[in-house]
């Protein structure tokens, strides 16, 4: 089955699923659920990010994100990926995030798959809505060193009502080319969290850039090639040897 990413209805507001209102009795259970119920995988998220990412195969395909981070360790990150910061929001897909000492020891074709984190953080796309830069500058200084694995498995900006095909990667924003976000979605993010960008940039000057950019990684500066997964049909295994 070959994978579709062409739009398939217009943007809606508000949260357009398909299926039923919750019921008042669901609710009550779920209520009941979140008293008795441990969340602790949940509970360990310690960051909110807002920032910008563009779809690999189509990288006019721009979307605001929101990346709800767990910190695993010092050098390894995991978010969930949700496309506002409202309560209806839409879980669109999660993002790994590792130091450049770990992207290192990747292999080069898996590290096609990840973008870098430089641009964005310097550039003042990458902020963490309500928090002073003052207080976020140690973590900011660290992210501009990582890299980050993004897979949107929810396409909102096309009126998807359901997680509708095969996940897409996702790229960071950059300086130039098709990489530059769309000033009318930053203005729109500015706007929300009254913020400007372009001061952020000048209190993250003093941000070192990183000695090393690892060129496999954003492949598609180098290469003007992306990716993207198409779903094919094959037999299924009845044994696996491993070795």
Same mark, same amino acid.
């Given at each position: 089955?070959? /994978?579709?990413?062409? @739009?398939?209805? +217009? #943007?809606?507001?508000?949260? &357009?699923?398909?299926?039923? &209102?919750?019921?008042?009795?669901?609710?009550?259970?779920?209520?009941?659920?979140?008293?008795?119920?441990? *969340?602790?995988?949940?509970? #360990?998220?310690?960051?909110?990010?807002?920032?910008?990412?563009?779809?690999?195969?189509?990288?006019?395909?721009?979307?605001?994100?929101?990346?709800?981070?767990?910190?695993?360790? #010092?050098?390894?990150?995991?978010?969930?990926?949700?496309?506002?910061?409202?309560?209806?929001?839409? $879980?669109?897909?999660?993002?790994?995030?590792?130091?450049?000492?770990? *992207?290192?020891?990747?292999?080069?074709?898996?590290?096609? *798959?990840?973008?870098?984190?430089?641009?964005?953080?310097?550039?003042?796309?990458?902020?963490?809505?309500?928090?002073?830069?003052?207080?976020?500058? @140690?973590?900011?200084?660290?992210?501009?060193?990582?890299?980050?694995?993004?897979?949107?498995?929810?396409?909102?900006?096309?009126?998807?009502?359901?997680?509708?095909?095969?996940?897409? $990667?996702?790229? /960071?924003? #950059?300086?130039?080319?098709?990489?530059?976000?769309? @000033?009318?979605?930053?203005?729109?993010?500015?706007?929300?969290?009254?913020?400007?960008?372009?001061?952020?940039?000048?209190?993250?000057?003093?941000?070192?850039?990183?000695?090393?950019?690892?060129?496999? +990684?954003?492949?598609?500066?180098?290469?003007?090639?992306? *990716?993207?997964?198409?779903?094919?049909?094959?037999?299924?295994?009845?044994?696996?040897?491993?070795?």
């Amino acid at each position: 089955m070959s /994978s579709t990413n062409e @739009p398939t209805g +217009a #943007q809606k507001n508000g949260v &357009p699923m398909t299926g039923k &209102p919750t019921s008042v009795g669901q609710q009550v259970l779920d209520k009941g659920a979140q008293m008795l119920q441990s *969340f602790k995988p949940i509970n #360990q998220t310690s960051q909110h990010a807002c920032t910008f990412a563009l779809y690999s195969q189509d990288m006019t395909r721009q979307i605001e994100t929101h990346h709800f981070v767990t910190r695993v360790n #010092q050098d390894f990150l995991q978010a969930a990926v949700y496309d506002s910061d409202d309560s209806n929001a839409r $879980l669109i897909g999660v993002e790994y995030i590792v130091s450049d000492a770990i *992207f290192e020891t990747l292999p080069p074709e898996e590290q096609k *798959f990840w973008h870098s984190h430089a641009y964005e953080i310097k550039s003042g796309l990458w902020i963490h809505p309500r928090m002073p830069e003052m207080i976020v500058m @140690p973590e900011l200084k660290n992210l501009a060193k990582t890299y980050g694995k993004f897979w949107c498995t929810w396409q909102t900006d096309r009126g998807d009502k359901l997680p509708i095909g095969p996940p897409s $990667l996702m790229m /960071s924003p #950059q300086s130039e080319g098709v990489g530059v976000v769309k @000033p009318e979605l930053v203005k729109k993010r500015d706007d929300n969290y009254k913020l400007s960008k372009d001061d952020l940039m000048k209190s993250r000057v003093e941000i070192a850039e990183p000695e090393w950019i690892n060129p496999t +990684a954003d492949y598609w500066r180098q290469h003007k090639k992306c *990716f993207e997964v198409d779903i094919e049909s094959t037999e299924i295994k009845t044994h696996t040897d491993y070795k």
